[in-house]
């Protein structure tokens, strides 16, 4: 009652409430407010009065005051019977409730009182409860003195000009509380509606902006409520200085009892302040949880927050981790110190050194990383467990739980990239020190035989064998064999691999240079013969031995020298060459993995296609056999009411034929094309699928004609088969869940799934051509959708007398076209009438209607207003070469057409009029073409000589002005005239031709 707004208020009506025509005391009878009309003959009651003023003054009291009904009193004691008989058919005529009872005081005088003996009383008549009382006496007997105004003799000072002062007040604070409840509707509904932000700041500023509103809500609620509690109490302090007072009584709690009229003001106050109250409640429920909201949101934007800081520390410590000497840097370092040089095996060690120095940063780093990502994962678990404590709507768990698991894996990935890092790096300088002493053992060994020549003597020989023996003694102190059963790296493997051919080639020439040394130095026995020095064979084998010595030492030099630099040009290349490889084969693999992703949705998605097409023809067979079939049983045939034997085409329409084609022609083509693998396993699937619905196109009109029957399948349905046993039987015997009409939706909704899983199969589909072909086919299935909607659309236009099938098949719709409407003689205008109209485009007619939506978006009609015969359009074109509307110009009226800016699948109003312009010209020539036909058929008809004096006397009564409104089919004027293009090039010619055509038609 609060929130009621109504056009009438007391300032509105306070010039009719001075008067004293009518007015409410608070008086009550029977729980009904008592509506006096007291008398006042100086002033006529006129009807319009009587309305505003009943209107008002019964919007006055409350709800369920008003529901109970109202007790009215006509005091007519001073004025004349034909008042009292106008008083009475106005109440008959209206009265907005109900009303208890009516209590008439009849007119007093002398002569009133002889006329109401007379016929007067008997004329009266009322549909109500109607007591009419001589006096004051007998209408005390119905009513409590206290409910009466003093005037009826009772016990209430009412005062019109006070009650209507306190009126305005309580009225002016009502009207505060409904446009403050207004303010708390907009306010929670923009609260409910809005979107969180994304951000820490966004959100703190909509908690903050959100908390400010809710501030000033409870401040004005506040005011409103001291408002009204002032308002009461001015209410109750006037009663006490009031001359009635003194003769109130108190109540069992030595409350002030008010007047009746104070009453109701005290009441209207009261209702106002609970509904205050009321409303202060929504808020502060509202509040606490929207606020909860609002907290969780921000709790998880900073739980957002710090993950997005600790992923960018993570990715921050990944790329310094890869950024550090890896293995293979390592060992191009370690190549280099081979080239004897000491320095290099120095610096390689400092380097490695330092390496594992930054690695124990990053690790510290890593451990505060891994503490905080620690802690948050546990507040986000805490937030989740949370809102499942306090039972509120789930807000940001499913992106709470995914971040808390990568938050693992990163803390996961992180510690196994360092303790990797660091075991390397520890390895290899294990692995660099090692290989360094063997090194240096290989270098030793090559110069004690570089530089110890072989010699004669046995005691030199013998020098020369024990100290190479030592020397591969001190190999086996070295340890070379527990590299070969160490898990390496393939790098440093390779470079073990090196070494250790090697060491074997060094221990090779050492073990060789031990045997020949052996056999110099066993002691030989030769007899003692008497010679001459040979000075100069001596020398000769002096050199001979000083030369072998040569080239055993240039032999062993080229050896170690081909080996070193075999190994550094093997690893240089092979490094290089893996590189190139391994960064080949990754494109080449990443490029294979998507495409192989790519074809598998692809397949994916045909397999979707051809599963639910078997599960839709299915369905259809189910239907048909399930249901259609049982018509014919004689068992249940006698069951059924003639009306719904009747109708059965009309409930099914062309279901069988839409069955027949899915199951014997295109489910058959899509399995072939599933079985085939040379398809299935080929880039040319998507191809195939286009081709097998662009081929079958034609056979999709079926849906035409079934959505045309829809709305009288669903009236028929719901008229007699709805709740019928003999359907009901059916579906419990086929276990549906859903009756009969759920599974005549299926076909719509069929058809409209196929334009979906075409999207589908373009978006997973590689090849360009490919594409091409299932674009072309989902602009098929896109324009089949069109027409049938543009079907289903006509189906809901109303008021046109004939069958609207007699028109053809809807070639096109506008929606809201804005239409001018010119009416015109000759060249000159002489009305315009501009509208906004949808129009439907048939064969035969064009329709303009006016839609009505009753704005629950689901019963939306159009009503005809205008029909446009195609045979009496004479041009088509643009107007004044503006291209975003079109111009039909008839004999006596022009409509110029203005389609919308961009239709709903995105099509420009530019290409629209063309559109429309060419289609309707095409009508134009279909219908002249038919028409034509007809007329020669009729004409070939009446070629026979008994019909050649009737068709002569016809030929002279026949009128040559063409009328468009003739009714006569065989007449010629009714053929349209040559249909003129409007274009620039052609306006000479079409000029002359309009010139011709005018002439012909006068």
Request: proline share 3%; net charge negative; hydrophobic share 35%.
């Amino acid at each position: 009652h609060v929130q009621q707004e109504t056009s009438l208020s007391v300032l509105s009506t306070a010039d009719l409430l001075r008067e004293r025509l009518a007015f409410l005391t608070g008086g009550t009878c029977h729980q009904c407010p008592i509506l006096t009309f007291p008398d006042n003959p100086q002033i006529e009651l006129t009807q319009d009065k009587y309305k505003k003023l009943v209107s008002y003054l019964t919007q006055v009291p409350s709800e369920s005051e008003r529901q109970l009904g109202f007790v009215l009193i006509i005091d007519r004691r001073s004025d004349r019977w034909m008042s009292v008989k106008s008083i009475m058919t106005y109440i008959e005529e209206f009265f907005p409730y109900s009303i208890h009872c009516i209590y008439l005081l009849r007119p007093n005088s002398w002569m009133q009182r002889a006329l109401s003996r007379i016929t007067i009383l008997n004329e009266i008549t009322c549909i109500h409860h109607l007591i009419v009382c001589r006096t004051l006496a007998e209408l005390h007997e119905h009513f409590d003195a206290s409910q009466l105004s003093k005037d009826l003799g009772g016990m209430i000072d009412f005062r019109l000009f006070e009650w209507i002062e306190r009126r305005a007040a309580i009225e002016k604070l009502t009207q505060s509380i409904h446009e403050l409840s207004e303010m708390l509707l907009v306010f929670i509904k923009q609260c409910d509606e809005i979107e969180f932000p994304n951000a820490v700041e966004s959100t703190q500023q909509l908690l903050m902006q959100h908390s400010t509103q809710k501030n000033e809500l409870e401040q004005e609620l506040l005011r409103i409520k001291t408002w009204g509690h002032s308002l009461l109490c001015i209410i109750r302090q006037q009663h006490q200085s009031s001359s009635t007072f003194h003769n109130s009584t108190l109540d069992e709690n030595n409350d002030l009892i008010l007047s009746p009229d104070q009453a109701a003001h005290a009441r209207a106050c009261a209702n106002a302040l609970t509904h205050v109250d009321n409303s202060e409640d929504i808020l502060l429920q509202f509040w606490s949880l929207h606020e909860a909201r609002l907290n969780r949101c921000l709790a998880l934007r900073h739980f957002e927050q710090r993950f997005k800081e600790i992923q960018c520390t993570f990715i921050q410590l990944h790329n310094d981790i890869i950024q550090l000497p890896d293995i293979n840097t390592s060992l191009l370092l370690f190549e280099c110190y081979r080239a004897d040089n000491n320095n290099n095996n120095n610096n390689t060690r400092e380097e490695i050194d330092q390496t594992l120095t930054q690695v124990d940063d990053l690790s510290q780093r890593a451990q505060t990383m891994i503490s905080q990502a620690t802690l948050l994962a546990h507040d986000g678990l805490d937030l989740i467990m949370e809102q499942q404590k306090q039972q509120s709507i789930a807000y940001g768990i499913d992106s709470i739980e995914p971040k808390c698991q990568e938050l693992e894996e990163m803390k996961k990935k992180l510690t196994e990239e360092i303790d990797e890092k660091k075991h390397n790096l520890k390895l290899l300088r294990a692995y660099i020190d090692k290989l360094e002493s063997i090194n240096d053992w290989c270098t030793r060994g090559k110069d004690m035989l570089a530089m110890h020549p072989i010699h004669l003597s046995n005691d030199k020989a013998i020098r020369s064998l024990t100290d190479l023996e030592h020397f591969l003694l001190d190999l086996s102190t070295i340890n070379v064999d527990e590299l070969q059963h160490t898990s390496t790296p393939e790098p440093l493997r390779s470079m073990i691999i090196q070494v250790f051919n090697r060491v074997n080639d060094v221990r090779d020439l050492c073990e060789k240079r031990c045997e020949q040394l052996r056999r110099l130095a066993l002691p030989i026995n030769r007899p003692v013969q008497r010679v001459h020095p040979l000075p100069l064979q001596q020398n000769e084998s002096l050199n001979l031995i000083g030369t072998t010595t040569s080239i055993l030492q240039q032999q062993m030099n080229e050896h170690f020298l081909s080996s070193d630099n075999d190994h550094n040009l093997s690893s240089s290349s092979s490094s290089s060459t893996n590189n190139n490889n391994n960064n080949n084969t990754t494109y080449n693999e990443c490029t294979i993995a998507h495409n192989a992703k790519m074809d598998k949705k692809q397949r994916h998605v045909v397999t979707e296609l051809l599963a639910t097409e078997q599960v839709y023809v299915e369905e259809l067979r189910t239907i048909i056999e399930g249901y259609m079939l049982k018509f014919d049983e004689p068992e249940r045939y006698r069951y059924l009411p003639p009306a719904i034997i009747q109708n059965k085409s009309t409930l099914f329409c062309n279901l069988p034929d839409i069955y027949a084609f899915h199951a014997t022609s295109f489910l058959r083509d899509l399995q072939q094309i599933y079985d085939d693998p040379s398809l299935m396993n080929t880039c040319s699937i998507g191809s195939a699928i286009a081709a097998c619905f662009i081929r079958r196109k034609s056979n999709f009109k079926l849906y035409e004609q079934y959505v045309l029957n829809k709305p009288q399948s669903e009236r028929i349905w719901e008229q007699f088969c709805s709740g019928h046993p003999f359907f009901l039987k059916i579906q419990q015997s086929l276990g549906h869940r859903l009756p009969l009409d759920s599974y005549l939706l299926k076909p719509i909704q069929r058809i409209t799934q196929y334009q979906l899983l075409l999207k589908e199969t373009i978006k997973y589909t590689r090849n360009e051509q490919e594409c091409l072909h299932l674009q072309e086919a989902l602009r098929v299935m896109l324009n089949i959708l069109s027409d049938l909607n543009d079907v289903m659309h006509s189906t809901q236009i109303v008021g046109y007398s004939d069958n609207l099938n007699t028109l053809g098949r809807v070639r096109l719709r506008g929606e809201n076209c804005l239409i001018s409407k010119e009416k015109r003689r000759g060249t000159v205008y002489t009305r315009t009438k501009t509208s906004t109209r949808d129009i439907f485009l048939f064969e035969r007619d064009i329709l303009l209607c006016k839609k009505k939506d009753e704005g629950n978006g689901k019963s939306v009609q159009y009503q005809l207003k205008e029909v446009i015969r195609i045979i009496d359009i004479a041009v088509c074109t643009h107007p004044k070469n503006d291209r975003n509307k079109l111009e039909l110009l008839l004999k006596d009226w022009s409509y110029i057409i203005q389609l919308p800016n961009m239709s709903s699948n995105g099509e420009k109003a530019e290409e629209m009029s063309t559109r429309w312009i060419d289609t309707i010209k095409n009508c134009v020539a279909q219908q002249a073409e038919q028409r034509r036909a007809e007329m020669k058929q009729r004409s070939a008809s009446l070629d026979h000589p008994a019909y050649s004096h009737r068709r002569h006397l016809q030929h002279r009564a026949t009128v040559t002005i063409r009328t468009p409104d003739s009714d006569d089919p065989d007449d010629e004027s009714l053929l349209p005239g040559p249909f003129i293009d409007l274009n620039k090039t052609n306006i000479k010619r079409n000029t002359k031709l309009l010139t011709n055509n005018s002439i012909a038609r006068l």
